[in-house]
């Protein structure tokens, strides 16, 4: 049975993103295309990751860390 293009779309969005490129002048961009159920899976697994990390570190040193986005320039 063929799948749907929406069923495809959907799929690839839910799993992997739609990425594109944006250029104009002399920046670069970059984007992903995510549903809002994968966004939120990933940004809770970034902050347990982050979590389990600090805590493992001695008490003198401060654990930093930075924010992915979604879109990011070269």
């Not at 799929?11 to 104009?24: A, P, W």
């Not at 670069?28 to 966004?39: G, Y």
Request: with cysteine.
């Amino acid at each position: 049975m063929p799948t749907s293009h929406h069923e495809v779309l959907k799929s690839t969005i839910e799993n992997k993103g739609l990425k594109f490129h944006i250029k104009t002048g002399n920046a670069k961009w970059e984007c992903t295309v995510l549903d809002r159920a994968t966004h939120e899976k990933r940004k809770a697994e970034r902050a347990e990751k982050s979590t389990s990390t600090s805590s493992t570190e001695n008490a003198s040193s401060t654990a930093s860390s930075s924010s992915n986005s979604s879109t990011k320039s070269h």
